[in-house]
């Protein structure tokens, strides 16, 4: 289990004021979610802000690329970037005693007093968790990572990669038309298996290495669905 998972002792019930409906919810919860057949561990600590700020950062940086002329001169051309991005460090308290500091990679909206969630993601297979997304209850609005940080996060927790594949259904049925049409053409299961495998895996190589872009834009529409529809859920996770 992400340690944080063990970030809460003691009672586990707040009573949030959220206009119409006063809701309860526990100090920690968890659910599972299935990305592209990976199975993950989302994690909602949830507690009052006694404290909060906003940071700003900023990435100066120069690259440099060759530019060959006509005549075979190289002339090195350089350009300066400046990447800016905000995150937000934040204090919960949990049962009107314990507090903790929350380093978020995002920034987020709150006032002291709110009721905070953060909700970490955790692939219990590498051991990696990430910080995802926060819920405001008071304000009943969510921040999280924008879609380059949520891409990478779920590249990093293994959402692209091979085995998810793998275990894709979509994938599974391209590997039985595949062994289908080698049975077809040599008689033999077995080969057909053996060369069936084969063939996919180099395929899968290919497909991983040269034509990942495409993989993951035609995957990301309903992945970026679910991962709104849980930083959107507000309610108690069951």
């Not at 009107?96 to 953060?118: C, N, T």
């Not at 926060?134 to 969510?142: D, E, K, M």
Request: hydrophobic residues 45%; neutral net charge.
């Amino acid at each position: 289990m992400s340690t944080a998972a063990a970030l809460v002792t003691g009672p586990s019930e707040y009573e949030i004021s959220v206009d119409p409906h006063r809701v309860q919810l526990p100090a920690k919860e968890a659910t599972q979610v299935a990305l592209n057949g990976v199975r993950l561990e989302a994690e909602r600590i949830s507690g009052t802000v006694v404290g909060s700020r906003i940071k700003q950062h900023n990435h100066i940086y120069t690259t440099h690329r060759n530019n060959y002329m006509a005549n075979g001169d190289n002339h090195v051309v350089s350009t300066v970037k400046n990447e800016q991005w905000e995150t937000s460090e934040v204090r919960l308290r949990f049962n009107g005693a314990a507090e903790r500091v929350f380093e978020l990679p995002f920034a987020v909206s709150v006032s002291e007093g709110d009721f905070l969630s953060i909700i970490t993601l955790y692939n219990p297979k590498s051991d990696l968790s990430y910080t995802v997304a926060a819920q405001n209850h008071n304000i009943g609005q969510w921040f999280g990572l924008e879609r380059d940080g949520l891409q990478k996060m779920c590249a990093k927790l293994g959402v692209f990669k091979l085995g998810a594949v793998l275990n894709n259904k979509p994938m599974l049925g391209i590997l039985g038309v595949v062994v289908f049409l080698l049975y077809a053409a040599f008689g033999s299961l077995i080969g057909a298996a053996i060369g069936g495998f084969f063939l996919t895996g180099c395929l899968i190589l290919v497909f991983q290495y040269l034509i990942l872009l495409p993989y993951v834009l035609a995957l990301w529409p309903n992945l970026n669905r679910q991962l709104r529809d849980l930083f959107a859920d507000f309610s108690l996770w069951a």
